[in-house]
């Protein structure tokens, strides 16, 4: 692993926003198959020992995730994404609210919009998060959202690591 990497991230109470910016050392197609498909977002994305369980992913413009956090008690965290723009290899964004194991949305929720780019190389995602509230924004940082995603994050530089080698 690489560790001079760019790391960035940044939470803006002001517009209700979260900011990252992340450069992993792996090439673009395998960063965004990290990022787009449930079999790889499930082995990096809930912070250890957490666990993530999809139930269903349809990534397509319109489609969804439905997907757990998975305490190590087997306490259920549900989340539901729905997909609202993809530009294969550069672009996706959707719309992200906590749910109940039903599918019913807690709303407000927020919209994520991620960007890739590489060189050299290297792949930079850059991660936008406007939450339709405050309150929101507060409560996932409560919840302990930049701790949790600093270290999904670790977790996925060192999955990449390993699937750099297997390809």
């Given at each position: 692993m690489t560790n001079n990497l760019l790391f960035d991230f940044t939470v803006d109470k002001a517009t209700k926003t979260v900011f990252i910016t992340r450069e992993f050392d792996a090439e673009l197609a395998l960063v965004w198959d990290?990022?787009?498909?449930a079999e790889i977002l499930d082995?990096?994305?809930?912070?250890?020992?957490?666990?993530?369980?999809?139930?269903f992913m349809d990534f397509k413009v319109g489609g969804r995730r439905f997907y757990a956090m998975v305490s190590p008690e087997?306490?259920?965290?549900?989340?539901?994404?729905?997909?609202?723009?993809?530009s294969p290899k550069t672009n996706?964004?959707?719309?992200?609210?906590?749910?109940?194991?039903?599918?019913?949305?807690?709303?407000?929720?927020?919209?994520?919009?991620?960007?890739?780019?590489?060189?050299?190389?290297?792949?930079?995602?850059?991660?936008?998060?406007?939450?339709?509230?405050?309150?929101?924004?507060e409560r996932?940082?409560?919840?302990g959202f930049t701790e949790g995603f600093k270290a999904s994050m670790r977790n996925l530089e060192t999955l990449l690591a390993v699937l750099s080698k297997r390809s």
């Open positions: 990290a990022f787009t498909k082995q990096w994305v809930a912070p250890k020992p957490w666990t993530s369980k999809t139930k087997g306490q259920e965290r549900w989340s539901i994404q729905k997909y609202t723009s993809i996706f964004k959707m719309f992200n609210a906590f749910a109940d194991k039903d599918e019913n949305p807690e709303l407000p929720g927020s919209d994520w919009d991620y960007t890739f780019s590489e060189e050299n190389g290297r792949t930079k995602v850059k991660i936008t998060i406007y939450n339709e509230s405050l309150a929101r924004l996932m940082i409560e919840m």
